[in-house]
């Protein structure tokens, strides 16, 4: 007797699991895309506190680095300084530079580098100088004291000399710094060093340190000096390489807007911002960052006369002073010459001004400089040989 089995049909597809596997679909689809269009929208967009948030800077120092790379990391033949000036516009103390640039025996010592203004030529009819044709940056973006584009600008000058095989130097200098010896003493000095010459010293009274910026940044880390440096091509290199501490630089060390009556009561709450000045902070913490420390000689060459009464956009705090033709007398350019050592006090540390442990002179340079003051200077016979008739000349 055969047994006949009843097959058994699945059981009904009911309306509620048809909706509940709908729905699982779409939140399925839609996940996925959630996370392309995400990816898309990433792969698009700048990073807003990275060095492409300014396209023209970062654009220009990757190409730099490229061309950098290239080169060998030995280089034979005659080591070139390269002056870094960092200009409003033009160089108002041109006339000076011109006599330093002409005593110099050649121009296979030096090179020069110019960010100034987007668009601003130098030529014939914008400089005196014909050591400063061309020279310009053709790169260069809008800078705001106080403003990261200011670290920005320095990044854009040591990337493009930095192309250069034969600049071993790079001084940084701004439109109003003078030299305060001939090109023969200010390019032995400078050459006799192995280390970078960096103001940098723990910065403990004026709370710029930004607790957002650890663990990224350290407080320990934290440093504050001069902005006008002399760096080795190690260094030089460090600091264009940088990817890491800038953008944090960028988003949590930015100056407080200064008081402004028109804005009334909005004052009080604009002055509770935190307040933090980039280029005084950012070399100096990037090279402790990379321990590097040890390899710096703790103090700048240029010499700055502060005051701290008020000016035209603060109320009160340290300002650089300008020299005029009445106060660069001689007598005063020798007291600034004759300086052996600075005092920090926040370290209560004295840092002796030496070159592989032989005295020397702590300033090659000096600031700010009015045009009064820098053809006393020449007058003087402090750059060189120099002819004041030139003078008489009209400007372009």
């Known amino acids: 007797m055969v047994t006949m089995t009843k097959k058994t049909s699945p059981p009904p597809i009911t309306a509620r699991h048809v909706i509940?596997?709908?729905?699982?679909?779409?939140?399925?689809?839609?996940?996925?895309?959630?996370?392309?269009?995400?990816?898309?929208?990433?792969?698009?967009?700048p990073d807003l506190y990275s060095p492409s948030s300014s396209s023209s800077s970062s654009s220009s120092l990757s190409r730099a680095r490229s061309r950098i790379s290239r080169h060998s990391v030995s280089f034979a033949g005659p080591a070139k300084i390269a002056f870094l000036f960092l200009a409003r516009r033009d160089l108002p103390l041109d006339f000076l530079w011109e006599s330093f640039f002409e005593n110099a025996g050649g121009a296979l010592n030096f090179s020069i580098y110019i960010h100034s203004a987007p668009g601003f030529v130098f030529d014939e009819s914008t400089t005196?100088?014909?050591?400063?044709?061309?020279?310009?940056?053709?790169?260069?973006?809008?800078?705001?004291?106080?403003?990261?584009?200011?670290?920005?600008?320095?990044?854009?000058?040591?990337?493009?000399?930095?192309?250069?095989?034969?600049?071993?130097?790079?001084?940084?200098?701004?439109?109003?710094?003078?030299?305060?010896?001939?090109?023969?003493?200010?390019?032995?000095?400078?050459?006799?060093?192995?280390?970078?010459?960096?103001?940098?010293?723990?910065?403990v009274k004026e709370g710029r340190y930004n607790p957002k910026m650890s663990p990224t940044i350290p407080k320990a880390k934290w440093r504050k000096g001069s902005q006008?440096?002399?760096?080795?091509?190690?260094?030089?290199?460090?600091?264009?390489?940088?990817?890491?501490?800038?953008?944090?630089?960028?988003?949590?060390?930015?100056?407080?807007?200064?008081?402004?009556?028109?804005?009334?009561?909005?004052?009080?709450?604009?002055?509770?911002?935190?307040?933090?000045?980039?280029d005084e902070h950012y070399v100096q913490t990037l090279l402790a960052m990379s321990e590097l420390d040890g390899e710096l000689e703790r103090r700048t060459l240029t010499y700055t006369l502060w005051s701290n009464s008020p000016n035209k956009t603060e109320s009160k705090g340290w300002h650089p002073m300008t020299f005029n033709h009445a106060n660069a007398a001689p007598q005063k350019i020798r007291a600034i010459k004759e300086i052996s050592h600075v005092y920090y006090e926040t370290e209560f540390r004295t840092e002796w001004c030496r070159i592989n442990s032989t005295a020397v002179p702590c300033f090659l340079f000096a600031r700010k400089?009015?045009?009064?003051?820098?053809?006393?200077?020449?007058?003087?016979?402090?750059?060189?040989?120099?002819?004041?008739?030139?003078?008489?000349?009209?400007?372009?």
């Not at 960028?250 to 709450?269: A, E, T, Y």
Request: hydrophobic share 45%; glycine share 4%; aromatic share 12%.
């Open 128 to 203: 005196r100088s014909r050591f400063f044709h061309g020279r310009q940056l053709p790169n260069s973006i809008q800078v705001g004291w106080g403003e990261s584009s200011m670290i920005e600008a320095e990044r854009l000058l040591f990337a493009t000399a930095l192309e250069d095989p034969a600049n071993q130097r790079f001084v940084l200098l701004s439109d109003s710094c003078v030299p305060l010896y001939n090109f023969s003493f200010i390019y032995n000095y400078l050459m006799a060093s192995p280390r970078s010459i960096v103001d940098s010293f723990l910065d």
């Open 228 to 278: 006008w440096i002399a760096l080795i091509r190690r260094h030089a290199e460090v600091l264009v390489d940088d990817e890491v501490i800038l953008p944090v630089f960028k988003k949590f060390c930015r100056r407080r807007p200064p008081v402004d009556i028109r804005k009334g009561k909005l004052n009080l709450k604009l002055q509770k911002q935190h307040n933090c000045i980039p």
């Open 20 to 45: 509940r596997s709908s729905w699982k679909l779409l939140i399925v689809f839609s996940v996925l895309l959630c996370v392309l269009a995400l990816y898309r929208f990433q792969s698009q967009q």
């Open 369 to 396: 400089f009015s045009k009064g003051a820098a053809m006393r200077l020449l007058s003087e016979g402090v750059v060189g040989h120099f002819n004041t008739a030139t003078l008489l000349k009209p400007s372009p």
